[in-house]
């Protein structure tokens, strides 16, 4: 099946440890991005790639690092500097592609992995 | 710099009626719009996109509008019912391809 992968579902960590999420995509997407949810906070954007080897700030980039070393993984490092790293994360994909005369730039989600440092 | 905020946060309606949620953005310069629903837990399941060039989009019981020059955007519900009741997200791209979320409408619909 075609889509996005988020690993592990649920993931524990003690304070102080380096932790990477997992997202990989096999929709030949271009773009892709990294969201931090917190309760009441809606989805904060933390970095994102438009293509390989290239990557942005988000908003709230603090305490994080991303690599885009192949066009279909784009995992998220959640460093000891993240100072409330307990969080729920989302990792999105999209793509331009040209459909019935417009351009489709649909974003798509994975089901998320939740973060619980302890 | 980009805003997005979603009016009401929390909505409860009797099923069978028809109900309209809102988001407003504050800078007009977008590439497109797209409202998702996310179920507790869950990730995020793309319901309708707007290009920037369009008014509307449809699908079954949704229609969403979008009125770009006043930074406005609806999400139109037709006949809810209690399967609906989720939280709704509205998100606007950029035309430096960040994607900016509202904080969402919590919609639960009363059986």
């Known amino acids: 099946d075609g889509g996005i992968t988020q690993s592990p579902k649920y993931l524990f960590r003690k304070e102080g440890q380096n932790v990477t999420l997992s997202c990989e995509q096999n929709?030949?997407?271009?773009?892709m991005y990294w969201y931090r949810q917190d309760p009441g906070q809606g989805l904060r954007l933390i970095y994102y790639?438009?293509?390989?080897?290239?990557?942005q700030k988000g908003d709230i980039a603090e305490g994080y690092s991303v690599s885009r070393e192949k066009k279909e993984s784009f995992p998220l490092t959640v460093t000891s500097a993240q100072k409330n790293p307990t969080a729920f994360y989302l990792c999105?994909?999209?793509?331009?592609?040209?459909?019935?005369?417009?351009?489709?730039?649909?974003?798509?989600f994975g089901q998320g992995t939740r973060l619980t440092v302890v | 710099k980009q805003e997005v905020t979603q009016i009401p946060a929390a909505l409860s309606v009797p099923e069978g009626e028809n109900l309209v949620l809102n988001c407003s953005f504050t800078?007009?310069?977008?590439?497109?719009l797209q409202w998702f629903r996310q179920d507790p837990g869950k990730g995020l399941t793309s319901l309708l996109l707007?290009?920037?060039?369009?008014r509307e989009q449809t699908s079954g019981r949704l229609n969403a509008s979008l009125d770009k020059s006043s930074g406005r955007s609806t999400l139109y519900i037709a006949a809810s019912q209690p399967g609906d009741s989720a939280t709704y997200l509205c998100?606007?791209?950029?035309?430096?391809?960040?994607?900016?979320f509202g904080k969402g409408t919590r919609l639960h619909i009363l059986p």
């Open positions: 998100a606007v791209r950029k035309r430096d391809d960040k994607i900016i």
């Open positions: 929709l030949n997407h271009d773009a």
């Open positions: 707007i290009q920037s060039s369009q």
């Open positions: 800078d007009s310069a977008i590439y497109n």
């Open positions: 790639s438009q293509i390989v080897n290239d990557f």
């Open positions: 999105a994909s999209s793509i331009d592609i040209v459909s019935g005369g417009h351009m489709n730039t649909e974003a798509f």
